[in-house]
């Protein structure tokens, strides 16, 4: 630097200050790099090269000599190397005196944390003044804080689910109970979706609990629950309504056919004997079946009534069948649809 | 203490001496089998029961087993975050042992509610330190000789380290560093992801 300058510092100063500068000449040439942007070309180093060539210049735009830059004053850079384009730097240009060229220094800014990957850097590569180190340290020890953030809220999660699915299912039998109940088909009949309700009353049930004492009756309970279980689909629903009363939700299906046949197997399946500690408990059951294509606007506490009107039919018949709400002896008849 | 504190000690317990001692002590602190949240804070009693457990357990003294916490934050590959973020404390092992004063604050900017130890550095020549463990509660600095002694592997040091014992809540650890090239040590990249 020429005297009158009023501070003078030799370059090996100045690479420990800024590592990331350079001396660019008049005529655009990189007289002189700091060791840290040198690594950006790894071997063979910046110096000699056309700075507009080796940085392509993003702010201020425009600018196709390095005069014209030098011309500006001290002015903020925005620069992206051209051999990597998505590597942006910061920077600041100053004009040294006049006919000498430019002085830049250079920044990763927030890009650093790829910059240390892509160019092998460490720590003695930046000045204690930098902050990059304590940036790539904070970035690091934030995405540990994260991981473990992001582990408790899965463990949540699943306690969640484990806590809702328990809440919805009746203890013993697995199925779904009153409330999960109330639940689906308050939904289906938002969405109009179209479904059919079986209601099932076990029939003595009461004898075998009389009989052969609780434990047998819970037994039985659960054969019960199994069997509906295995007569119905996925998309279906088995719920135990309490007691020895279930109500089967069928998503979807509304064919009389079809229902009848489900009924007719449960019920057969049901009437055979269940051994429980060497004795064979026998039970029965009546069925109600609603329909909602038999309503204008199926209302779930409304089809469970009729539902329940038309089981009780089933039981003043002689037990042992399934009767459909609006069916002779079914119950009250249906508003007709439409 | 802090969940991460907590579950440093649970997975030292388990990574060392495996899930079913983990278990059992456990058990004996009156602490379910999960254990701890990391980003939760517990009791200090809950911490005391589950150090008091293992020493029981293991049979090994209280001091040692925090030492050897210490050893197994810095050296197994289950939490190579934290030797990872030590390693930025600075190049070489002198330069760490400076950027320890900073520590605590550097704790607090990733994780505000995590309270550390403070800890001082006060150097008697070139390779002569004593470290100051300030902590409400006992034990950090059998961590904190631990910490150091692994460090000091870690950047290849010969380093002498002993625990001078506790007064009004500083602990006090006297490092002597014998052969500053002693190995290699471990390569250390700032780049995440690397060694």
């Known amino acids: 630097m020429p005297a009158g300058a009023g ?26 790099t700091g060791p840290t942007l040198a690594k950006l070309r790894p071997g063979e180093g910046l110096q000699g090269a056309r700075f507009l060539e080796v940085f392509e210049l993003r702010r201020p735009r425009n600018i196709a000599r390095i005069a014209e830059l030098a011309a500006l004053g001290p002015t903020a850079l925005s620069l992206r190397l051209r051999d990597r384009p998505e590597m942006p730097l910061k920077g600041l240009s100053v004009a040294l005196d006049t006919g ?55 463990r949540l999660q699943g306690a969640k689910i484990a806590a809702e699915e328990a809440a919805f299912t009746d203890t013993l039998t697995g199925l779904k109970n009153r409330r999960a109940m109330d639940m689906i088909l308050a939904r289906y009949a938002a969405c109009r979706e179209s479904f059919s309700l079986m209601h099932i009353d076990l029939d003595f049930f009461k004898q075998v609990n009389d009989t052969h004492g609780h434990a047998a009756g819970d037994h039985v309970l659960q054969v019960a629950a199994r069997i509906l279980k295995d007569e119905t689909r996925d998309d279906d629903t088995a719920c135990r309504f309490g007691g020895d009363e279930f109500v089967l939700i069928f998503h979807r299906m509304t064919d009389r056919g079809r229902l009848a046949k489900v009924a007719a197997r449960i019920l057969a399946r049901l009437e055979r004997p269940i051994p429980f500690e060497g ?52 119950g009250r008849p249906a508003v007709a649809a439409g | 203490m802090h969940g991460l504190i907590n579950r440093s000690i649970q997975c030292f317990l388990r990574d060392t001496y495996g899930a079913a001692a983990w278990t059992a002590v456990a058990a004996q602190a009156g602490l379910g089998a999960e254990g701890f949240e990391a980003l939760l804070s517990y009791e200090d009693r809950l911490t005391d029961a589950v150090l008091d457990a293992a020493a029981e357990h293991l049979d090994k003294p209280r001091d040692m087993l925090l030492e050897d916490l210490g050893t197994y934050l810095v050296s197994h590959p289950n939490v190579r975050a934290v030797r990872r973020l030590l390693r930025f404390g600075g190049e070489s092992f002198i330069d760490f042992l400076h950027s320890l004063d900073e520590l605590h604050d550097r704790s607090r900017l990733a994780v505000p509610d995590l309270a550390m130890p403070e800890l001082e550095l006060r150097d008697h020549s070139a390779t002569a330190f004593t470290l100051l463990v300030r902590h409400p509660y006992p034990g950090f600095g059998h961590v904190s000789v631990g910490v150091l002694r692994a460090m000091a592997d870690d950047y290849g040091v010969l380093a002498f380290l002993e625990f001078q014992g506790r007064k009004d809540a500083v602990e006090t650890i006297t490092i002597e560093c014998v052969e500053i090239d002693f190995t290699e040590g471990r390569d250390f990249a700032l780049a995440a992801g690397a060694a």
Do not use: W
């Open chain 1, 7 to 32: 501070l003078t510092l030799d370059h090996a100063a100045l690479d420990r200050l800024m590592p990331m500068h350079a001396l660019v000449s008049p005529t655009g040439h990189i007289r002189r």
């Open chain 1, 100 to 154: 000498e060229g430019l002085f830049v220094n250079l920044s990763f800014g927030i890009a650093a944390v790829e910059a240390v990957g892509a160019f092998d850097l460490n720590g003695s590569d930046f000045p204690p003044t930098d902050l990059t180190t304590g940036m790539l340290y904070l970035v690091e020890a934030k995405e540990a804080v994260m991981r473990e953030s992001r582990n408790l809220n899965m």
């Open chain 1, 279 to 330: 004795h064979d408990c026998r039970i029965s059951g009546s069925i109600g079946i609603a329909v909602s294509d038999d309503y204008a606007a199926p209302k779930p506490e409304q089809m469970l009534i009729d539902a329940d009107m038309a089981l009780y039919a089933s039981k003043k018949a002689g037990r042992a069948r399934a009767s459909f709400v609006g069916e002779p002896g079914g």
